[in-house]
């Protein structure tokens, strides 16, 4: 039996702490926006154009605010399932990403936030391509080097390096799996 067959099942959900830490962060942007926009400190030397920019904080850290204590509040379930098949982030696709199909494994690096990239088989890509903003998304990632299905560890129990690592195991039991029972298949007779 290969090292491949005893790997568990896993199901990886959102850290408590971690969205409690980005709700505080978010809420201190917002608030540190509103008492720039709204002059509660009478601040004399701020320009429109510098206000415009704190009414805008305001609003976009507001709103991710609100899907960080939203996200809390309905955390109670695992969102990435890693299995010797595939891999599912409910997040991006309710389907499982066969680890056949999976191409390479990377990982992305910006600042301190590590992100895993899928790269998947052409045909399987087109399924995960999503709507107007994915395909936007996916269009400012490839320049700076995600191209992919990207896999956020932001926020989980398991951080970047460790899923990332995670995945690269059970991606190479998955495909040793693969093509030890494609080698055991006798072949078809013309």
């Known amino acids: 039996m290969s090292e491949g067959h005893n790997l568990p099942n896993l199901a990886i959900g959102y850290s408590v702490p971690r969205l409690l830490t980005l709700v ?44 960080m204590l939203w996200t809390l509040i ?24 066969s680890w056949r199909s999976v191409r390479d494994i990377s990982i992305f690096r910006y600042r301190s936030q590590k ?41 989980l129990t398991m951080d970047g390096e460790r899923l990332f690592d995670t995945c690269k195991q059970y991606w190479a039991a998955g495909r040793l799996a693969y093509s030890g029972r494609a080698a055991a298949e006798p072949e078809p007779v013309s």
């Open 115 to 155: 992100v895993v990239v899928l790269q998947l088989d052409p045909l399987l890509a087109e399924r995960f391509d999503g709507g107007f903003l994915k395909r936007v998304l996916v269009l400012l990632n490839k320049p700076i080097g995600a191209d992919g299905v990207l896999v956020n560890a932001g926020g």
């Open 24 to 67: 505080g962060a978010g809420l201190v942007l917002t608030l540190l926006c509103a008492a720039l926009a709204f002059s509660w400190q009478y601040v004399k030397d701020i320009t429109t154009f510098q206000i415009a920019l704190c009414y805008f904080g305001i609003v976009f850290f507001g709103l991710v605010t609100c899907k």
């Open 74 to 97: 309905s955390s109670s379930e695992p969102v990435v399932f890693i299995t010797r098949i595939g891999i599912r982030d409910t997040r991006i696709a309710d389907d499982t990403i």
